[in-house]
C-alpha cells in the first residue's frame, strides 16, 4: 500500500509541476503556438484535479495535502478572469452622457435552419426584433446576414432603429444590393473612417472611428479563427472507431486555431497601439481567458467582464457550454465602464451576446 502512495505522490508532484507550467504561460504568454494553446485551455481541468486531490491527501497523508493546497491558492490569482462579482447596477452618474456597444454572433440569423418551419421563420423574425430593439448604441456583429427579403431584411429593420451608419467587409461594398455574410458594425453615431482586413473566409476585423458628439471613439470589432468543433458529433460516437476518428478531426482543428489566432493577434495589436482615439475591442475572440490571446489583450487593455460582470459569463450556446469566448476590452485611460452585461437568456444563436456601457473621460 504504501508503494502505491509513494507512486502516486510521485505522480502528482509531476502533475504539480505541470501546473506551475500552465501558470507561468497565462501570466507571462512568452509564447503561443498550438502546444502552449492546448496546455493554457487545461487550466480548468488542472484546477479541478487539485481540488479533488486536496481532500485525497488529506485522507491519506495529512502532510501532503499542503501541495494541492498551495496549488489552489496559487491559481487563486486568475480568480478574476474566470468569475465576476461586480455590481448589477450601473455606476454612471446621472447627468453622465454614456453609449453602449454590443457584439453579438449572430449566426447567420439561422440562415442555415429550414426556413420553410414556421417556427424556424418565428425564431428569426424574434431574433432580428430582439437585436433591433437591444439598445445598444453600436452592434459588433461576426456572422451577420442580410439579404433582400422579407424574413432576412436586417439591414432595413435596424436602419428603422435609428442605425444610420455601418461598414461590412470591403469586398462586398460593391454588393450593396446583394447578399451579405460576415463581420458587421452599426451606429447610431456616425462613423467617419473605417478599415478592415479579411483573414481567412468570414474571420476578421473592422475598426470603425465613431463619432459620439464632440468626441472620437475606435470601436475594432473582430471575429477571430473559428475552429468549428462538432463536439455534437464526438460525443454521439457509440464506437471506439468513431470516437478515435472524430477525437482526431477536434484535435487537429483546435490545434489549427491556436496557431492562426496567434498570428492574427499580431495585427490586432498593431491596429491597438496605433490608435489615437479612446478604443474598444470586441467580438468573437474564439479564445478562453486562459489563452494566448486574451493574455496579450489583457496587457495592452481592460477587460469589461472582468470589471463589471456577473458570475462566470458563459457565452456560448452550444458544446461544451461553460466557455466564455465572447469578449470585450477597452482603453482605462480614457474611458471609463460603467455596465456590463451578458444576456444568457437569449438563445437565438449559438452564442449569447454581451453589452457594455461607456462613458468618456475627460481630461
Known sequence: ?????????????CFAFYTLVIYILILWIPFGGWLAGFM????????????????????????????????????????????????????????????????????VFQRDSDIKLPYVKRHIREMKAWVSNSQADILCMPEYYDNSSNLFSVNDALRKKGYQYYVFYNKTRKQQNK????????????????????????NGMIQADIKIKSDTVRIIALHLYSMTLQLGNLVSQKEMEGVKKESKTTLRQMKRGFT?????????????????????????????????????????LNNSFEEKGNGFGFTYNHLPYFIRIDHQFYSSGNLRLTDFITYNKIKHSDHYPVMGEYAIVKK
Not at 1 to 13: A, D, E, H
Open 40 to 107: 493554457m485551455m487545461s487550466f480548468p481541468v488542472v484546477i479541478i484535479v487539485h481540488m479533488v486531490s486536496l481532500p485525497v491527501w488529506l485522507i491519506a497523508d495529512a502532510r501532503k495535502a499542503f501541495l494541492p493546497l498551495t496549488m489552489l491558492l496559487a491559481g487563486g490569482i486568475f480568480l478574476p478572469r474566470t468569475y465576476a462579482f461586480g455590481s448589477k447596477n450601473s455606476d454612471s452618474a446621472e447627468n453622465e452622457k454614456t453609449f453602449k456597444v454590443m457584439n453579438y454572433n449572430t449566426h
Open 1 to 13: 500500500m504504501k508503494g502505491i502512495i509513494r507512486f502516486l505522490w510521485f505522480l502528482y508532484k
Open 179 to 202: 447578399a451579405y455574410s460576415g463581420l458587421a458594425v452599426f451606429s447610431k453615431f456616425p462613423i467617419i473612417a473605417s478599415r478592415d482586413t479579411i483573414f481567412e473566409s468570414q
Open 260 to 300: 492562426r489566432r496567434s498570428m492574427e493577434v499580431r495585427v490586432l495589436e498593431s491596429w491597438v497601439k496605433a490608435s489615437p482615439y479612446p478604443i474598444i475591442v470586441c467580438g468573437d475572440f474564439n479564445e478562453v481567458p486562459y489563452g494566448y490571446v486574451y493574455g496579450r489583450m489583457r496587457k495592452l
